[in-house]
């Protein structure tokens, strides 16, 4: 059973600048692609960046293009978000998982980020 807990959310002006990280447990995760997702309100969860294992092919999607870098640390089984220049479109619950899913592990509770204009 894996188990992923995200963290490192928070309160933030339009503009600033957040880190999230996500520890899983359970399972090692350097032999599987990760991406990190998101579920702002009303809205369904949708896709932000993914890493391959070993981070040799990054994908973001195009509304974080530039902004947002992902990065992972297989020695502590962490996959990290770097958010820069963040707007409030960018308030949502972010969540990491494996990628692509098929097959989810089940999600952690997420890391609430706000974006205040």
């Known amino acids: 059973q894996v188990q992923l807990v995200e963290s490192g959310g928070g309160l933030v002006q339009a503009g600033g600048s957040l880190t999230l990280s996500c520890t899983a447990s359970?399972?090692?995760?350097?032999?599987?692609?990760m991406a990190w997702f998101r579920r702002a309100p009303g809205k369904e969860r949708e896709f932000v960046a993914s890493?391959?294992?070993?981070?040799?092919?990054?994908h973001y999607a195009d509304s974080v293009k530039g902004r947002f870098t992902i990065s992972r640390d297989n020695a502590k089984n962490t996959v990290y978000l770097q958010m820069n220049s963040l707007k409030p479109e960018d308030t949502a619950v972010y969540y990491c998982?494996?990628?692509?899913?098929?097959?989810?592990?089940?999600w952690g509770q997420g890391t609430q980020v706000t974006v205040s204009s």
């Open positions: 359970g399972r090692t995760i350097n032999s599987y692609a």
């Open positions: 890493i391959t294992w070993n981070a040799e092919i990054i």
């Open positions: 998982n494996k990628f692509p899913g098929g097959s989810y592990w089940d």
